[in-house]
């Protein structure tokens, strides 16, 4: 996770999520931070990212509890080690209090 203080504009970053319950599966986008802004109508600021590749919208805001599924290179791969590491173990799924 990239800390808000650490973002630099124009710099990239990488938007990770998984597909599955497991997170086994990362689905990985990246983004350029652009500015941080503040909302009308919220206290709380919100981050802009431009998409550098894919579909949808050019642009994407993310509030500050998003930004711990976003990360540099090096934090993601370190991110993705440790995922692998646990695969490997065999630790079993443990639901989580969303999950149905």
Partial sequence: MVASDKLQ???CYFFVTYEDRDLTVPVVET???KNRVSESDS???A?????VAGA???QCRLSEDHL???????AMVSE??????VQRVGAPYEPRYCDD
């Fill in 9 to 11: 504009s124009g710099a």
């Fill in 31 to 33: 983004l350029r931070f």
């Fill in 43 to 45: 206290r709380e600021p």
């Fill in 47 to 51: 981050y802009v990212f431009e998409r």
């Fill in 56 to 58: 949808g919208e050019p």
């Fill in 68 to 74: 711990e599924t976003v990360f540099e290179f090096d």
């Fill in 80 to 85: 993705f080690a440790a995922r692998l590491k």
